[in-house]
Nanobody, 123 residues
Framework: QVQLVESGGGLVHTGGSLRLSCAAS????????MGWFRQSPGKEREFVAG????????YYADSMKGRFTISRDNAKNTGYLQMNSLKPEDTAVYYC????????????????WGQGTQVTVSS
């Protein structure tokens, strides 16, 4: 099992920045990919970005490219999501997820999930 704990959410004004963290523990050797997703009330969970834990290659949802950056620190078993130029429509609960073998954007394929952290962008 892999346990994931997000932090770093909060309230920010339009145009501001936040950095989310996702601390992994447990059988982290099983982690192949870490992904970030978000979900707003009444909407389906949406892919934001993903990173291969070994090697560090990244991929993004098209709408996030250029504003969001995913990274990881293997020594700390922690992943990050740097979010810049935030907009009110970025308001959501942000989740990190991990999987042992899947490299993609389908949230249903991820095995491990954090509890989520709220990001609110005021206009």
């Amino acid at each position: 099992q892999v346990q994931l704990v997000e932090s770093g959410g909060g309230l920010v004004h339009t145009g501001g920045s936040l950095r989310l963290s996702c601390a992994a523990s447990g059988r982290t050797v099983n982690m192949y990919v870490m992904g970030w997703f978000r979900q707003s009330p009444g909407k389906e969970r949406e892919f934001v970005a993903g990173i291969r834990w070994s090697g560090g290659s990244t991929y993004y949802a098209d709408s996030m490219k250029g504003r969001f950056t995913i990274s990881r620190d293997n020594a700390k078993n922690t992943g990050y999501l740097q979010m810049n130029s935030l907009k009110p429509e970025d308001t959501a609960v942000y989740y990190c997820a991990a999987d042992r073998s899947y490299y993609g954007s389908d949230y249903k394929r991820y095995d491990y999930w954090g509890q989520g952290t709220q990001v609110t962008v005021s206009s």
